[in-house]
């Protein structure tokens, strides 16, 4: 298999999508790891295997009707595999490891299968001091922007997730790569105050366009400098309730064509009469409520 991926939008050629088989109990509120999680055991609307199920798989069927070659993860038993971004990233011609949070690394065991396909010399593991997870990286051509954490407390904080580590062992791999850090505004246990990964905050879509929330970000210069990149008129802003909802955690099939949450009317609208995309519309809200979304579900392997 020929990697290749250099942005989030060319047209998709194969993709890695999330394993709903054996998702296992409720977990308890200390073994949650992010702030959405927490959230919806302790209402105690975590959702069924049957519902996370039902979504991921017409999340597939779309893939499969674009000709999207689509490979799963074996099945592990009692093992929540559904957001497959956080397992790895491939940027152009390679694919790198996360070094994922403790509780999670079984998951990493399911992709032996794909991994034998990739040529040994394109598979890169990072140090042991480097932490990232693909949520955090978004890929514009020769431009990366990573979300960061550099707070003092970033051991003890369940959602900071990359580290100054994980961007320098990656400027130093891509060395004719630009990385941007954007320091991110984090909450372990409400999700309207802090956000898991850049891809909730963040995301570019069609030929030069981004979906924002402000509040996301640590940092007012860090908001502004996307301004500066994309420019004003091609950027939608949404609001805390729809950063909640995940709006930016939609995901490209090509750069005209977006899969979304069949609820998000306002992004939604926008993306086809203001930027005349099309956008497939499918529930994705009881998956949503682990955390995670579209983008969070995928890992893009081969672009066009």
Same mark, same amino acid.
């Not at 890695?16 to 999680?37: I, K, M, N, Y």
């Given at each position: /298999?020929?990697?290749?991926? &250099?942005?989030?939008?060319?047209?998709?050629?194969?993709?890695?999508?999330?394993?709903?088989?054996?998702?296992?109990?409720?977990?308890?509120?200390?073994?949650?790891?992010?702030?959405?999680?927490?959230?919806?055991?302790?209402?105690?609307?975590?959702?069924?295997?049957?519902?996370?199920?039902?979504?991921?798989?017409?999340?597939?069927?779309?893939?499969?009707?674009?000709?999207?070659?689509?490979?799963?993860?074996?099945?592990?038993?009692?093992?929540?595999?559904?957001?497959?971004?956080?397992?790895?990233?491939?940027?152009?011609?390679?694919?790198?490891?996360?070094?994922?949070?403790?509780?999670?690394?079984?998951?990493?065991?399911?992709?032996?299968?794909?991994?034998?396909?990739?040529?040994?010399?394109?598979?890169?593991?990072?140090?042991?001091?480097?932490?990232?997870?693909?949520?955090?990286?978004?890929?514009?051509?020769?431009?990366?922007?990573?979300?960061?954490?550099?707070?003092?407390?970033?051991?003890?904080?369940?959602?900071?997730?990359?580290?100054?580590?994980?961007?320098?062992?990656?400027?130093?791999?891509?060395?004719?790569?630009?990385?941007?850090?954007?320091?991110?505004?984090?909450?372990?246990?409400?999700?309207?105050?802090?956000?898991?990964?850049?891809?909730?905050?963040? /995301?570019?879509?069609?030929?030069?366009?981004?979906?924002?929330?402000?509040?996301?970000?640590? &940092?007012?210069?860090?908001?502004? /400098?996307?301004?500066?990149?994309?420019?004003?008129?091609?950027?939608?802003?949404?609001?805390?309730?729809?950063?909640?909802?995940?709006?930016?955690?939609?995901?490209?099939?090509?750069?005209?064509?977006?899969?979304?949450?069949?609820?998000?009317?306002?992004?939604?609208?926008?993306?086809?009469?203001?930027?005349?995309?099309?956008?497939?519309?499918?529930?994705?809200?009881?998956?949503?409520? /682990?955390?995670?979304?579209?983008?969070?579900?995928?890992?893009?392997?081969?672009?066009?």
């Amino acid at each position: /298999m020929n990697l290749n991926i &250099k942005d989030e939008t060319s047209t998709l050629k194969t993709v890695v999508l999330g394993q709903p088989g054996s998702l296992g109990s409720v977990p308890t509120l200390r073994e949650t790891f992010d702030a959405r999680s927490y959230e919806s055991v302790s209402l105690g609307v975590y959702p069924t295997e049957e519902a996370v199920k039902k979504e991921i798989d017409a999340f597939e069927e779309i893939l499969l009707r674009y000709n999207v070659q689509v490979f799963r993860p074996e099945t592990l038993e009692n093992c929540n595999q559904i957001f497959a971004r956080d397992v790895a990233i491939v940027i152009d011609d390679k694919i790198i490891n996360s070094n994922i949070i403790p509780d999670r690394e079984d998951e990493k065991e399911a992709y032996k299968n794909i991994y034998n396909q990739i040529a040994f010399n394109k598979i890169y593991n990072l140090p042991e001091k480097a932490h990232f997870e693909g949520g955090d990286i978004i890929l514009k051509g020769d431009t990366v922007f990573v979300g960061i954490y550099t707070a003092p407390d970033y051991p003890q904080t369940k959602t900071a997730r990359t580290n100054l580590y994980a961007l320098h062992f990656l400027r130093e791999l891509f060395p004719g790569k630009e990385f941007i850090p954007l320091e991110l505004r984090k909450h372990d246990t409400d999700p309207r105050k802090g956000v898991l990964h850049l891809d909730c905050t963040f /995301m570019t879509v069609g030929s030069n366009k981004a979906i924002i929330y402000k509040n996301g970000f640590a &940092k007012e210069h860090d908001y502004q /400098m996307l301004f500066e990149i994309f420019g004003r008129q091609n950027i939608f802003e949404i609001d805390t309730e729809e950063m909640y909802r995940m709006n930016t955690n939609v995901f490209s099939i090509s750069p005209s064509i977006v899969v979304s949450e069949a609820t998000f009317n306002r992004l939604n609208r926008h993306m086809e009469t203001e930027w005349g995309l099309t956008v497939e519309k499918i529930p994705y809200q009881e998956i949503a409520k /682990m955390g995670g979304l579209l983008r969070c579900s995928t890992l893009p392997l081969i672009r066009e």
